[in-house]
């Protein structure tokens, strides 16, 4: 087949470009640590509070590092101002008792939808201490402006 010198390079060209686009997906993948919300647990909302694995939300945090686990809804997230440990990795596992709520901890790549009936779970490490603000990022209802938090994270105590 005799294909034309000018079409050869077309077709180099749209070929490097797409190669292009999915080095740069894999590369942003695994950067920046993206994870795709692929863990899907299911729990009653209006049972939250019965249920073993939200009954006591809070941090319990071991040498391999910290999980939260936080109960969201109109318009608060508990616990607030919970304390973690920096360079460790850190879960959060959260659930709704409402409304589809958002958690955002910002200038992090932290940010999940918590929606009622799901649990929602992320894996993240601060490498920066100090104070974080969590902010809801989805609409809730007129509370929703009002809706957010904070998380200290601080060198490990030994
Ligand atoms: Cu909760 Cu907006």
Partial sequence: MN?????????????ALIATFLVTLVAGLAGSSLQPPSHVETIDPAAVDQDPRFAQ????????????????SMYAFVPDGVRLPVNRPVTFRLTSRDVTHGFQIVGTNGNT???PGYVSQFTTTFREPGEYLVVCNEYCGVG???MHGTLIVEEARP
């Fill in 3 to 15: 294909v034309a010198l000018y079409e050869k390079i077309w077709m180099w060209a749209a070929g």
């Fill in 113 to 115: 939808m918590v929606v």
């Fill in 144 to 146: 929703h402006h009002n």
């Fill in 57 to 72: 939300p809070g941090v319990t945090v071991d040498e391999r590092g910290a999980t939260v686990i936080v109960v969201a």
